[in-house]
């Protein structure tokens, strides 16, 4: 008989290990998945994770992608891991991210033709403003009305995605667009735009933002009194209450935080890679940042490697389709693996296993 | 040896930092929105991929990837795309536009083809489109023939020119067969989600239409319209959908027609002239002259005669003798348009944003 018996402290050795042993179990069972589909396994493994940085054809130009993919990622996943050390699970991160765009860019667009210094450090400040103003809605009802972070969270992604609907094809619709939906294009509104900083290193505002970000997280978890409250609110609501941590605060500044984060990628991804407001603008980033900050164990410096892996198996994954005709959705289930083996794992964290006849737990 | 001129060449690109991989096949490339199993506006774009390697064989290689969302990612994939060798890259979705002009502008020497959009900035990229108001002049006879309620429906997408043109066309034709009948407009805002599709046709047939067409692309509003059990009727949409085409007993299905969206003569043209040295900029609208806007098999719940009718449009179009938009038609706000016999211009069409006369909906802002 094989027995879980629960450690009395979370294993220092797994933690570590389990996100690496998560992405072996997932190399070697997505092999197995492209076998069957009739594909070299080990030469679409290797499209995925080693071309992306290796390759001479490719490496020079997808090397830079990865930063611009994993910026968004990491900036959204630090604010979220944040609420979730504090138990505050917002799901919503893609309707925050929709709603800083959409806020950022109208700002812009405001000014459009105007050339000034000032307009990109306003979109920065609205788009982020954006998406506090979001997260702050579950956050409010939260601590006024005791209302479920997770269904109003989630659920602010639908109504943000039908705002953009409608500002794209109403309000920032491009007037010289010939009546089709979508803003106008803010690469090229010179002051507006979010360009690489050095060309040709991927780097743009919001890969900075997204470092800054870590920096600011790792220093608030360990060294501030408030990093403090966050983990003890969220290990031990009872303690942290009569250590005098205020609940509501916390909610308040984790949604917030998150919230505005988010805004903040989605506003550097607008005004950069993405360029315009359109129907389809939101790709995803909200929900795969909680894959990531979970893939990072929560921890500043985890994401900002998890951010780096995630964003290595979608260029990764492009490559492959186009190299090999891998299907799509192949690769979305290499992606899922993932996930699915890092929480699988990770019961080695907090357990640990006894073979043969184990006494009663 | 083979192995070795591939590396040479492979070595060769790599330094030159562009895409000529080998001389001897040509690279076609597609960048699809949907799936490639959607059985809609992604399946018929491979189906004309297919119908290229079909008909080059090993002279053409072709590479496609499917799910690419509009925006950023678009712009890396496409990057990915010209360095991997491909000679010519197919975007098929409007969205794709900026971001096609501005890897053209990267890679002079490959073609690039952008489906549906207005923009050329750069020598190398065309545009393409098919003219789908002429499948909609023959939808909108067989509904104002078909009809009982005399109240058809159009499910629209966005308001753009080109659904604009599409319920105008619709309209018009079932107008003049039906001086009773009355249009209802139904704004989906996505051009494919089965969920919403299915509202917007329930709502109009809970209204008493009974014949509708889709700008959507799936078969949510035909399996709505199913359950009338033959009360009301539709049309597929961008691909046949020909399964809805006869009931399980043998009696017609809910699909009468359909509209085919066939991109294949135009992908063999462009890329049999980039291998022969023809290959142009183009900007291309193209309709069932060409055999790229298709009538699907036309069911039996169609009376002969209004097949016959139908038929006979078809091939009027098909021969350049009839153009769907002639005069006299005037604007919804009664001004004139078109005088008798006048046809309308390329422009007016592709900037189209208004109603003709006997629509009274309003266009959405």
Known sequence: ?361 | MKRRTLLASAAFAATLGTAALAQDTTKACFVYVGPIGDGGWTYQHHQGALAVKEAYGDKVEIAWQESVPEGADAERVLTQMALSGCDIIFTTSFGYMDATNSVAAKFPNIKFEHSTGYKREHPNVSTYNARFYEGRAVVGHIAGKMTQTNKIGYIASFPIPEVIMGINSYYHHAKKVNPDVELVVTWAYTWFDPAKEADAARAMLDQGVDVITAHTDSTAPLAEIAKQDGKAWGFGQASDMATFMTNDDGTPGPRVASIIDEWSPYYVKRVGALMDGTYEQVDSWAGMPEGEVVIGEMNDAIPADVKAEAQAMIDAITAGEYHPFTGPINKADGSPWLAEGETASDGDLLGMGFYIEGITAEIPN
């Open chain 1, 1 to 361: 008989m094989i027995h879980l018996v629960k450690r009395p402290q979370p294993s220092r050795f797994w933690t570590a290990v389990t996100p690496i042993l998560a992405v072996l179990l997932t190399m070697v069972v997505g092999g197995f998945m492209f076998a069957a589909l009739g594909k070299p396994p080990l030469e679409a493994i290797r499209t995925i994770f080693w071309d992306p940085l290796f390759h001479e054809q490719f490496a020079a130009y997808s090397r830079p992608q990865l930063l611009i993919k994993a910026g968004p990622l990491i900036l959204i996943a630090i604010g979220l891991s944040i609420g979730f050390r504090a138990g505050i699970w917002n799901i919503g991160a893609e309707g925050q991210y929709i709603m800083g765009a959409i806020a950022g860019a109208g700002v812009g667009l405001a000014f459009y033709p105007m050339e000034s210094f000032i307009i990109f450090p306003l979109m920065v400040i609205a788009g982020a403003l954006g998406g506090w103003a979001w997260g702050m809605i579950p956050a409010v009802l939260k601590t006024k009305f005791g209302t479920n972070e997770i269904l109003v969270s989630l659920m602010l992604v639908y109504v943000a995605e039908s705002v953009l609907a409608s500002v794209s094809s109403g309000l920032l619709k491009n007037p010289d667009g010939m009546g089709f939906p979508g803003s106008r294009n803010l690469q090229q509104y010179d002051s507006a735009a979010n360009l690489e900083i050095i060309p040709n290193t991927g780097m743009h505002w919001g890969v900075v933002a997204a470092f800054v970000a870590v920096i600011f997280a790792y220093v608030l978890l360990t060294r501030h009194i408030r990093g403090f409250h966050i983990q003890l609110a969220g290990q031990a609501p009872r303690a942290a209450r009569f250590a005098g941590v205020r609940p509501a605060r916390i909610i308040l500044f984790c949604l917030g935080l998150s919230g505005a984060l988010a805004g903040m990628a989605g506003l550097f991804e607008v005004a950069g890679p993405s360029g315009q407001i359109t129907i389809d603008f939101n790709s995803g980033y909200g929900f795969t940042a909680i894959i990531v900050a979970f893939l990072g164990r929560l921890h500043p410096v985890g994401i900002l490697l998890a951010g780096l892996l995630m964003a290595l198996t979608y260029i990764g994954g492009e490559l492959a389709q186009l190299m090999l005709g891998l299907p799509g959705a192949s690769i979305q289930l290499f992606q899922g693996m993932l996930l699915f083996f890092l929480l699988a794992t990770d019961v080695f964290t907090n357990y640990r296993i006894r073979f043969g006849q184990g006494e009663a737990a």
